[in-house]
């Protein structure tokens, strides 16, 4: 089994007549408005290539027609595409039989909708139970297989309950077991927590980011909402008019926007949640041993015009601060480094978010030391470093 | 001036073949329609059999259970099952049950060639299209206008009413299936896909259900509209209160007609609310559990 799951090669989507003359336009870089107007043809997705790492959350973004419910639907062959092929594990989707595309849809993918897509004739139970019902699992089978679904998605004691009397959050929850009770090995979403209001949202969010921990499934989730992507996503792809902006990690993606429209589009977003501290650290400038003479690091602070420096002992481990007052006093009272420095100061790990350190930042005097597992110092976060990173 | 006004030409249209042509095709396929003939009149009679056979007190009770099992109301038990009482003190119990015979076969027949139809015109665009201005016939078409062919293929009696109670009522339920299929939420039935539905399991676990209500509708619908030919197929041989209020009619006997009318009206009643109190009842239980 390869890392890929799902790898797409040059999928197109048009609709219309006159295709080939559209794709033909295209291929020279015509816009979708311009193709629309001369062939009448309207470009859904085109020449979308994609490799959709396993056991990730991918997520694809972009504005409200700009293919990414195309796209995803693609996946499952809600959509057929006009050209192109769709691997996932390697078989081509696009050369599936009706049969084998049954099996597909029943085994490998199962999808969650925006407004849910919940048949009302069914309590909970027997809206979870529905993917197992159509492919012959027994009765009793499949209520314990959804029984257990329904108790993933911590609904437990509503599994009699009508579609009719839960809320919006409780809905989308039965979605998501509906979507699990199959065990597929991809959960395709597509905006699934749109209709829902911002505190559910948040919980739903942190709720699948836990669940995809806990079952390890590809996840290929669809939103319009920035924070959500960077949020979520391992990788994300910005999808303007049916084409693919860049395809990355937040964190590069936001330090290193491929274009001005992916610029714009990432600067709703909030980068304190995607940048962890060691994409704002700086390596510190001095630092002295334990060991070291006082006068030495009173020598190497006057140099580096700084009022602290850091302490380590062997092998980098950090080991405190010392303040310029404190060296001052240990030079006249003929004390060591050991003697004056102040130990207990704030560390915080590598993959800190920025979001994190905020309130740390605010009140701190000296930099923020950044440290590994064993305690080594890899650098410092100073208050303009996190400030700025805020812009 | 009178070229303005008047149309210039005129096709004589040679009627005395075209009716010689009908009765010669009845005459040939004989056997044919003898054997519709036969069947329904068989498939009337065994309904009838069945209802003669339910003593009029058990009927009643049927009745108040039906009915107050639908409304959830003690009340409208006895209310419906009192409205029945008045057709058998009227004297009506036996043409009632000739009236519900023929009603109900036709129904039953409406049923089991509309509700196929139905499904069928709401999934194709082409059978749409074909199937739509035959709709539109059937329901303005005067009735009289193909009471006449019935009695010549099928000649006087309850198997002409039968058919013409069929073509008459068979138009709400095929286009409120159609409607109900539809009108199912496009994201149920892109789910119901996703997760690997067969045709037919999308069909009856996801569409029909979910179209339930307007189907029932449907239903309740092509009922009435048989109870509302019962007059007008007594004028083709069929037997019942129709009959009853026919015979007022060409007697001028005021009191006769208006009896058997009501008896008509309570009996349109009730089977009216029967079914559309169990219909409502069964949405209503759908939010009740909150």
């Given at each position: 089994?390869?890392?890929?799951?799902i790898?797409?090669?040059?999928?197109?989507?048009l609709?219309?007549?006159?295709?080939d003359?559209?794709?033909?336009?295209l291929s020279?870089?015509a816009?979708?408005d311009?193709?629309?107007?001369?062939?009448g043809v309207?470009?859904?997705?085109y020449d979308?290539?994609?490799?959709?790492?396993?056991?990730?959350?991918?997520?694809?973004?972009?504005?409200?027609?700009?293919?990414?419910?195309?796209?995803?639907?693609?996946?499952?062959?809600?959509?057929?595409?006009?050209?192109?092929?769709?691997l996932?594990d390697?078989?081509?989707?696009?050369k599936m039989?009706?049969?084998?595309l049954?099996?597909?849809?029943?085994?490998?993918a199962?999808?969650?909708?925006?407004s849910?897509?919940?048949?009302?004739?069914?309590?909970?139970?027997?809206?979870?139970?529905?993917?197992?019902?159509?492919?012959?699992?027994?009765?009793?089978?499949?209520?314990?297989?959804?029984?257990e679904?329904?108790?993933?998605?911590?609904?437990?004691?509503?599994?009699?309950?009508?579609?009719?009397?839960?809320?919006?959050?409780?809905?989308?929850?039965?979605?998501l077991?509906?979507?699990?009770?199959?065990?597929?090995?991809?959960l395709?979403m597509?905006?699934?927590?749109?209709?829902?209001?911002?505190?559910?949202?948040?919980?739903?969010?942190?709720?699948?980011?836990?669940?995809?921990?806990k079952?390890?499934?590809?996840?290929?989730?669809?939103?319009?909402?920035?924070?959500e992507?960077?949020?979520l996503?391992?990788?994300?792809?910005?999808m303007?008019?049916?084409?693919?902006?860049?395809v990355?990690?937040?964190?590069?993606?936001?330090?290193?926007?491929?274009?001005d429209?992916?610029r714009?589009?990432?600067?709703g977003?909030?980068?304190?949640?995607?940048?962890?501290?060691?994409?704002?650290?700086?390596k510190?400038?001095?630092?002295?041993?334990?060991?070291?003479?006082?006068t030495?690091a009173?020598?190497?602070?006057?140099?580096?015009?700084?009022s602290?420096?850091?302490?380590?002992?062997?092998?980098m481990?950090?080991?405190?601060?010392?303040?310029?007052d404190?060296?001052?006093?240990?030079?006249?009272?003929?004390l060591?480094?050991?003697?004056?420095?102040?130990?207990?100061?704030?560390?915080?790990?590598?993959?800190?978010?920025?979001?994190?350190?905020l309130?740390?930042?605010?009140?701190?005097?000296?930099?923020i030391?950044?440290?590994?597992?064993?305690?080594?110092?890899?650098?410092?976060v100073?208050?303009?470093?996190?400030?700025?990173?805020?812009? | 001036?009178d070229?303005?006004?008047?149309?210039p030409?005129?096709?004589n249209?040679d009627?005395?073949?075209?009716?010689?042509?009908?009765?010669?095709?009845?005459?040939?396929?004989?056997?044919?329609?003898?054997?519709?003939?036969?069947?329904l009149?068989?498939?009337?009679?065994?309904?009838?059999?069945?209802?003669?056979y339910?003593?009029?007190?058990?009927?009643?009770g049927?009745?108040f259970?039906?009915?107050?099992?639908?409304?959830?109301?003690?009340?409208?038990?006895?209310?419906?099952?009192?409205?029945?009482?008045?057709?058998?003190a009227?004297?009506l119990w036996?043409?009632?049950?000739?009236?519900?015979?023929i009603?109900?076969?036709?129904?039953?027949?409406?049923?089991?060639?509309?509700l196929?139809i139905g499904?069928?015109?709401?999934?194709?665009?082409?059978?749409?299209?074909?199937?739509r201005?035959?709709l539109?016939?059937?329901?303005?078409?005067?009735?009289?206008?193909y009471l006449?062919?019935?009695?010549?293929?099928?000649?006087?009696?309850?198997?002409?009413?039968?058919?013409?109670?069929v073509?008459?009522?068979?138009?709400?339920?095929?286009?409120?299936?159609?409607?109900?299929?539809?009108?199912?939420?496009?994201?149920?039935?892109?789910?119901?896909?996703?997760?690997g539905?067969?045709?037919?399991?999308?069909?009856?676990?996801?569409?029909?259900?979910?179209?339930?209500?307007?189907?029932?509708?449907?239903?309740?619908?092509?009922?009435m509209?048989a109870?509302?030919?019962?007059?007008?197929?007594?004028?083709?041989?069929?037997?019942?209160?129709?009959?009853?209020?026919?015979?007022a009619?060409?007697?001028?006997?005021?009191?006769?007609?208006?009896?058997a009318?009501?008896?008509?009206?309570?009996?349109?009643?009730?089977?009216?609310?029967?079914?559309?109190g169990?219909?409502?009842?069964?949405?209503?239980?759908?939010?009740?559990?909150?």
């Open positions: 089994m390869s890392d890929i799951i790898e797409t090669r040059n999928l197109s989507k609709y219309g007549l006159r295709r003359e559209a794709v033909e336009m020279k870089g816009d979708k311009g193709v629309l107007r001369k062939t309207t470009t859904a997705l979308i290539n994609l490799n959709i790492p396993r056991g990730e959350i991918f997520v694809i973004i972009g504005l409200s027609g700009s293919g990414k419910s195309t796209l995803v639907r693609c996946f499952n062959r809600l959509n057929r595409p006009s050209s192109g092929s769709i996932f390697g078989v081509d989707l696009m039989s009706k049969h084998e049954l099996e597909f849809r029943r085994h490998k199962a999808m969650v909708f925006q849910f897509g919940l048949m009302s004739h069914r309590n909970v139970l027997g809206n979870v139970a529905y993917g197992l019902e159509v492919c012959g699992v027994s009765r009793e089978e499949r209520e314990t297989r959804a029984m679904a329904i108790s993933l998605v911590g609904l437990e004691g509503w599994e009699k309950a009508t579609i009719e009397s839960l809320s919006g959050g409780m809905r989308q929850r039965v979605g077991a509906r979507a699990l009770a199959n065990d597929p090995e991809v395709l597509d905006e699934p927590f749109s209709a829902l209001d911002p505190l559910v949202r948040n919980d739903m969010q942190f709720e699948l980011m836990d669940l995809q921990k079952l390890n499934k590809t996840i290929i989730f669809i939103t319009h909402d920035i924070n992507a960077f949020k996503g391992d990788t994300v792809a910005i303007r008019d049916g084409r693919l902006e860049q990355d990690t937040p964190a590069a993606m936001s330090q290193h926007p491929a274009n429209y992916v714009t589009f990432i600067d977003a909030d980068k304190t949640r995607v940048l962890s501290v060691c994409d704002i650290m700086l510190p400038a001095c630092l002295v041993r334990l060991t070291d003479s006082i030495h009173i020598r190497e602070m006057q140099t580096n015009g700084v602290s420096v850091y302490v380590r002992g062997q092998s481990r950090l080991k405190g601060i010392l303040t310029i404190e060296a001052v006093r240990a030079h006249r009272e003929d060591s480094i050991a003697d004056v420095l102040q130990a207990d100061i704030s560390t915080v790990p590598e993959d800190t978010l920025v979001s994190d350190v309130p740390l930042a605010a009140g701190a005097r000296v930099p030391a950044v440290v590994d597992e064993s305690g080594a110092l890899k650098g410092i100073t208050k303009a470093a996190v400030l700025s990173s805020m812009l | 001036m070229w303005l006004f008047n149309f030409f005129e096709v249209l009627t005395d073949a075209i009716d010689q042509a009908v009765r010669g095709f009845a005459a040939s396929y004989s056997s044919f329609f003898d054997g519709i003939k036969s069947a009149t068989n498939f009337v009679g065994a309904i009838n059999w069945v209802f003669s339910i003593p009029w007190f058990a009927l009643i049927i009745v259970f039906l009915s107050w099992k639908a409304h959830r109301r003690i009340r409208s038990g006895i209310f419906y099952s009192l409205l029945l009482c008045v057709i058998g009227f004297g036996g043409l009632m049950n000739l009236t519900l015979s009603v109900l076969a036709g129904v039953i027949i409406a049923l089991v060639i509309g196929p499904v069928l015109i709401s999934g194709s665009e082409h059978a749409n299209r074909i199937v201005p035959i539109d016939m059937m329901q303005t078409m005067p009735v009289f206008v006449i062919p019935a009695v010549i293929f099928f000649g006087m009696g309850s198997a002409s009413a039968v058919i013409a109670t073509i008459y009522s068979m138009v709400p339920v095929i286009r409120l299936t159609s409607l109900g299929i539809r009108q199912v939420n496009a994201e149920v039935v892109e789910a119901a896909c996703s997760f539905s067969t045709r037919a399991q999308l069909l009856f676990k996801v569409q029909v259900p979910q179209a339930l209500p307007t189907i029932m509708t449907g239903i309740n619908q092509t009922l509209m109870m509302s030919m019962v007059v007008t197929c007594s004028m083709i041989g069929a037997r019942g209160l129709g009959n009853e209020v026919l015979i009619v060409n007697r001028i006997e005021i009191s006769r007609g208006f009896v009318g009501s008896a008509v009206v309570i009996l349109a009643i009730i089977l009216d609310r029967l079914t559309q169990w219909f409502s009842k069964k949405e209503e239980s759908g939010g009740e559990e909150n």
